[in-house]
């Protein structure tokens, strides 16, 4: 199993250009995430969906889109690329069972800079 | 809003030294609480969850709910600990808030 990958690893973008990454899972995970990791800030959600066809705003939304048309497959997109959005995205899945938590499993990340 | 603290950005020991890594938490309810680790050049890992009450590489997390934290301690720091380490904790649709993260370094 390849887990969770990511394309592309790395990205450079000029303002106002846009762009989609792909996020992966071969896990059949119900769940699925998008996260940005910037220094001193941890990891915040920005998307994520609970199963295919249904997506929801996480804590960072704006500025991103995103879609679930398959149960594997996880896009985030922006469609005017803005300096702020310099970061690493992650992408992450988790199983549904229930009430019980389960562990995320984390892609290897993209590094996207926007000039 | 549920909240995370990690109030140490970096943090730095000598090999065989005690390690502990502080997490504060605010949570209206039963927090469910993680430690995620990343090492170099490696993506995001599960290092422990407070339900499984387990010991994962000499690590161990306690609950504390009266004083809302979940720290991460080891007794004996190895070179190889050297990572970001993540407290996290989970709230609807097994959503993660994570706090802003650890860099340990341990000195040999």
């Known amino acids: 199993n390849a887990g969770v990958t990511q394309t592309p690893k790395f990205r450079v973008l000029k303002t106002g250009q846009s762009m989609t990454l792909l996020c992966a899972q071969d896990m059949n995970h119900e769940y699925m995430y998008w996260y940005r990791q910037d220094p001193g800030m941890g990891l915040r959600l920005i998307h994520y969906s609970v199963g295919e066809g249904t997506t929801a705003k996480g804590e960072v939304p704006d500025g991103y889109n995103v879609s679930r048309l398959k149960k594997q497959n996880f896009l985030l997109g922006l469609e005017s690329a803005a300096p702020s959005q310099t970061s690493v995205y992650f992408c992450?899945?988790?199983?549904?069972?229930?009430?019980?938590?389960?562990?995320?499993?984390f892609g290897p990340g993209t590094r996207l800079t926007v000039t | 809003a549920q909240r995370v603290t990690q109030p140490e950005k970096l943090l730095s020991v000598f090999k065989g030294a005690p390690v502990e890594l502080k997490c504060n938490y605010s949570?209206?309810?039963?927090?469910?609480l993680f430690w995620y680790v990343q090492y170099s050049r490696q993506r995001l890992q599960l290092l422990l969850r407070h339900i499984s009450r387990e010991s994962i590489k000499g690590f161990t997390a306690d609950l504390n709910k009266g004083e809302t934290s979940f720290h991460l301690k080891k007794p004996f720091a190895q070179e190889e600990d050297s990572a970001m380490y993540y407290c996290?904790?989970?709230?609807?649709?097994?959503?993660?808030?994570f706090g802003q993260g650890t860099r340990l370094t341990i000195n040999p």
């Open positions: 992450a899945s988790s199983p549904h069972r229930g009430l019980v938590s389960y562990e995320q499993y």
């Open positions: 949570y209206s309810g039963s927090p469910e």
């Open positions: 996290a904790l989970i709230e609807g649709a097994q959503k993660l808030v």
